[in-house]
């Protein structure tokens, strides 16, 4: 509880603390360790109840990302805009991320009407649809 | 269109929403399939105040009705009166929900400044609020559901509105700009989390980092950093030793998008490709049993690294005996993987194996990947630990460690055992065979068809029935069958059942709508004359150019012209792309590099021309081209090649590097290096001619005989060996003279332009001095001075080289005026050069002088050719006339006994003296000699002249060699002369090696007559005249200004003024 409080307060998400063990934040590319994740959840998605579950982490986060941006100042950059995360707070976010939630959070996260950064392997493009 | 509604509302939710993280949800993707945007256009309303009612601040039907006014220009009055009611329900509703949302955030404000607030309190507000937003979006939905959707339309909306967001999002000038800084290779992550970390650190101390974002993107090699000013960048990336700052570079603002995108939108095609896996893929195994096989993925988990695959077993139940052929002996056999086979329930009862029923979820290794697997739930037998489902292997991996990385690449054959009917599976099996057909089965299984299907048709090249070429996404193709025929198409997107969505090229009204074609109605569009690149097949990585396409056997080929080897090859269109690259086959094969030279069975001996993709093209020493494959080949020849020597035509050395000059063929003269040398066969290769287009990349073969070694390495022991009987010496000395030429001017790359011209040095304290250049390096020149005994170096800058530069062409008025103070103030006699050699032997053998500076004055080298050449020697004597204090005998050219040797000294002089007095060494040509009785000249039998020349017959005919070769310097085409019966005549053609002069009258121009030169008098210009002047080599037009001594001033056609030798200049016949 303190830790999520302390978010608040705090201006800026937590670095990875190594350079091994990255995961990506399924919903908003928060890139951390796994463990950071563990101790204390994402800190722009309190919603996902990330910490102490590692299920959940295991889950709600991937290895499987791309490109690194270290955001400063989210709501001056123009990558934070372009990439969608200007309204998130400074850290680090994987630049694309692959990975799928799980159903239910899926259904959750429809159901709020929250945005979802990952696309899911095997759905990208699929704008149209196979027989015309 | 629904959908389109969506996207609508969504895009509103750009306005901020103060939530209790301090976020927004981000805009979400085009195809937003998450509910209405309820909360987002609450905020909207709230930002906007209630007094702007726009259509967009409807909710419901109404709304999706003006839309669907706006798009289709339609209006419906019902419609209308239900939409404004609707709208001031909505208001009310805003309202509440707004004053709901206040209080929210105050309970949320509270939560968070008490102490006592718990997550549980936060979870449930927050529960709360996206609650009542998923409400709205339901009774959307609902009232959405009825309508039709088309599907176009919605595609092409949703597309402009994807473009839209992109244009809105685009960089502007007020946007902070990116610089792109290299960075140590592979530490690009790290050099981003320090910069973070950094940041970080800067912050808490206080002071303010200026720098928005650092990331690191695909590229490798380079960070990118965001910020305002570049020096703010600076100061940040100073001191972190990952990056290399000072070579960093902005990023211009056009190419801002395209860092983001080429992570972003390469991520379907090349980022997946590396390790992203799909469901549905092909892959295949790295280790254990199945390595190698191939293997469908039927499940993903674990954000795409872990995997269910489905396998066709290898299960060993051949054995005879029960227990100990499934297990006993598994040991035995595991060096051998048993054969691919499906799974047979009853086989394994039946060999005494014990087969469970269980499901897929169950099982112990079943992870997130199964739990997201929709046929996890079905029974599978389970063996051994392992699940099978309709003869198939079913096991959940991990996808980094179990699965090779790339594609898979399956054959056809491969595939095949994919497909199997579940009527193949006898009835008596265990199979469930009352399984409920699960949609994605089916699908799975038309995929795999159409995926075959597909491998059968672009890959089989073997197959030549094949006919529908696969396309890429932006391939330019035109219809040629159906409705469609002629219309350009671009390739949007290719289904996995063989059709292909095409944009239209240039259709306004089909603008924005995806025609699906099918593979063959369609035609890659590429123009004959274009550059193309054979992506597949059996000439797969050549380039060239189309010069024909058409229709072989039913297939539509293209004919090329390739690049390298310029042979024509005929190719599918189907692998066919337009590429500018120019392809140079590959780097090697089997260690077979381009321009190896090798040894081919029966003692054959080639060198490759080009590479390519499973064989090599060499072109044998017999001038053959052929093809062999590396197996062929005995061995590489290379070192033998280094070492070998070979003679060209002039006895010369020729190695491997080595410059030469072809002496015959239709490129004779041509330059060429050697490649590649075997005895006497030189593979040579072009020098001026890039090695694309030419056949064999421009490598030919030449005997070493039909060659000589460009440079002048061969002039001078020529010489010396036929005159001066010192060929052995050379021989000798040949490596050391070699060194030192390769030393002095890199034998390879030729030797400088300016050793060996004539130049004036035009500043410093030689200014106004020539001499031959001797050596040169890239800044300095050695000069040796005409007028003194030394050599000098001078700055490149400071010479200027004379026109007309023959290494011994003479007379610049500066060098004579040098000559005269220098040389003639002293008693020219005394001179050394001049008494070195006795009158007669000097006068005899001038070539002499000009071979023996190398080796009888080492000392001097080469750099004091011009002591002995009769240039030099012939200008000295002509201060004579102009200094007679001197040597006041030599003013009389007439005098007999001077001019016995001053000519030939002086060859330049003959005509001169001929022409004012007769003289008589002209007789004694033996040219002449002939025409004595015809010219009747009586002076030529002077008794004076008999005397002291005819006693040295020996020495007559190399001193005449020089005059003959310089009396007629005036003598060129058009050139007006004096025969010498006085008539004036022109001449029309010289014949330089026999000094014979066509002439024609001026009396009777259709007369012409075949004299010797020697018998032409010239005519005098007179200033003012036009004239022509032999300046060294070149022969140009001018007129003569004045004449002064023995010189003219000239003023050249182009401007330029020039003191020439009087005796050279001519006077233009004009008639």
Known sequence: ?132 | MKRAIKDNTTNSKSYKDKSAFNHDYPEQSADGALGDGGTSRVAFKTRTGLGKPTKRSRLGISRYIDDMAEEEEEEDNNEKLAAARLRVDEEDREMRSEIQRQDRRRNQENFFEGSDADVAGVVKSLHERYQRTTQLVHDLDDIDEGIPYADKAHAALAASRHAATRQANAPSLADPRLWAIPCKLGCEREAVLSLMNKCAAMTCEGTQMRICSAMTTSLRGFIYVESRSEPDVRMVAKGLRLLRSWSMKMVPMVDMVAVLSTSLDASYGYASKRNGLRIGDWARVSRDTYRGDLCRIVALGNGGSSAVIMLVPRLDVSSDTAEAGVFGRKDAFRKMRPPMRLFNASEIIAAGGNVTQRRFRLNTSAGSASQNWALADETFDVFENASYLKGYLYKEVNVTTMLKRGGADPTLDELQRFVIDTQEMGPGDNEPSSVVKYPADDEQKRSLKAQIELLARGRGTQDPTQKSPIFEKDDKVEAIEGEMRGVALIVERMAPSGIVYCRAFDEPQLRGVLIPMETHQLLKSIQVGSHIKVQDGKYAGQTGVILERGVLDGDHVAVILTDSGGREITVRFSHVQESSEISKGLDALEGYELHDIVLLPLGAVAVVTYVASEDLEVLTSRGNLRTVRPAEITRKLNQESARNISLDSKDEHVRETDLVILDDGQNAGALATVVRAHRASLWLLNVISGATTIPCGGLFVKKSRQVHVAGDRATGSTLADTYMGLGKQRVVNEDQFNNKIANNRGRSTGRDPFVGRTVRICKGNYKGLAGIVTNATTTHVTVELHTRNRSVTQPRECIKIVAGTAGGEPELAVQRRIAEQEAYSTDLVSTPFLTQATPLLGGATPQYGAVTPHHTTPSRGTATPTWGTPAYSSQTPRGGPQTPRSAPGHGKATTPSYSGIEDVWRPRELPNSKSSGKSPLHSMSPGSFNYLAFSGHSKAKSPMFDGSRASTPTYQPPSVMPPTSKSGAWCVNGAEAELEDGNICKIIKINAQKNMATVALKATQALTRSLPTSLLVRVKPKAGDKVRVVDGSAVYDAELLSIEDSDGIIKVDNGEYKIIDFSAIAKVADF
């Open chain 1, 1 to 132: 509880m303190a830790a999520l409080v302390d978010d608040a307060d705090r201006e800026m998400a937590d670095v990875p603390n190594s350079m091994k063990g990255h995961r990506a934040c399924l919903r908003c590319g928060l890139v951390k360790c796994f463990d950071q994740f563990y101790a204390e959840g994402c800190e722009n998605c309190p919603f996902l109840e990330l910490a102490e579950r590692q299920d959940r982490v295991q889950s709600c986060t991937t290895s499987n990302f791309e490109g690194m941006v270290a955001m400063m100042k989210p709501d001056d950059s123009w990558v934070a805009r372009w990439e969608g995360i200007s309204r998130n707070l400074p850290g680090v976010y994987a630049m694309r991320l692959e990975g799928e939630m799980p159903p239910q959070i899926m259904q959750f996260l429809r159901d709020k009407r929250i945005s979802c950064r990952a696309t899911a392997p095997g759905e990208g493009g699929s704008q149209i649809p196979p027989q015309g």
